[in-house]
T-cell receptor, first 112, second 115 residues
Framework: SQQGEEDPQALSIQEGENATMNCSYK?????LQWYRQNSGRGLVHLIL?????REKHSGRLRVTLDTSKKSSSLLITASRAADTASYFC????????????FGKGITLSVRP | DGGITQSPKYLFRKEGQNVTLSCEQN?????MYWYRQDPGQGLRLIYY???????QKGDIAEGYSVSREKKESFPLTVTSAQKNPTAFYLC??????????????FGEGSRLTVL
């Protein structure tokens, strides 16, 4: 399966702490994307990192990519209660017309 | 505002009935997708369409049908042949088809429950 696997499955932290979520995949990628989903809602794109990039920032988000280990990490700094959601890693694999493949997601709970 | 509108938000169906989920976008995107999400699971691709009047099966197309008669619309029919249709259904779009490597834009989802 080309599906990415997130780790941990669930994460509970205190407001103000940093949250680190990991994603591993098996085959070569064109890019890796992170999405957020609030309970009962649609997915919202957070950030995209290409295979030739190692780190990218967007506001309180920092994503890293290690293609040699086939893994990525999403760091949310200074977490807020409003960051409580599920986070999904999605991989766009190399090859023509490659579909976007989603992992099972990580449930993040940020306690006020 | 530009976006993707899915309706209805909640739908209940009796076994043996077909139901159609609506997905409309005003983003002028060429490509549209339907995903199914089950509790604790990732998204699984049902069907996708890269251009009007054309669509392809995804990973779990059995028991589903779609049409793409207009660029803005990509309805999904869940037929009685779908053995376990209770799920959360998500519609998405992108500026172009699989050659586009960027992000997808999602609707708010439709939750289907079979009674």
């Amino acid at each position: 399966s080309q599906q990415g696997e997130e780790d941990p499955q669930a994460l509970s932290i205190q407001e103000g702490e940093n949250a680190t979520m990991n994603c591993s995949y098996k085959t070569s990628i064109n890019n890796l994307q992170w999405y957020r989903q609030n309970s009962g809602r649609g997915l919202v794109h957070l950030i995209l990192i290409r295979s030739n990039e190692r780190e990218k920032h967007s506001g309180r988000l920092r994503v890293t990519l290690d293609t040699s280990k086939k893994s990525s990490s999403l760091l949310i700094t200074a977490s807020r209660a409003a960051d409580t959601a599920s986070y999904f890693c999605a991989t766009r694999h190399t090859g023509a017309n490659s579909k976007l493949t989603f992992g099972k997601g990580i449930t993040l709970s940020v306690r006020p | 505002d530009g976006g993707i509108t899915q309706s209805p938000k909640y739908l209940f169906r009796k076994e043996g009935q077909n139901v159609t989920l609506s997905c409309e976008q005003n983003l002028n995107h060429d490509a549209m997708y339907w995903y199914r999400q089950d509790p604790g699971q990732g998204l699984r691709l049902i069907y996708y369409s890269q251009i009007v009047n054309d669509f392809q099966k995804g990973d779990i197309a059995e028991g589903y049908s779609v049409s793409r008669e207009k660029k803005e619309s990509f309805p999904l029919t869940v037929t009685s042949a779908q053995k376990n249709p209770t799920a959360f259904y998500l519609c998405a779009s992108s500026p172009s088809g699989l050659a586009f490597t960027g992000e997808l834009f999602f609707g708010e989802g439709s939750r289907l429950t079979v009674l």
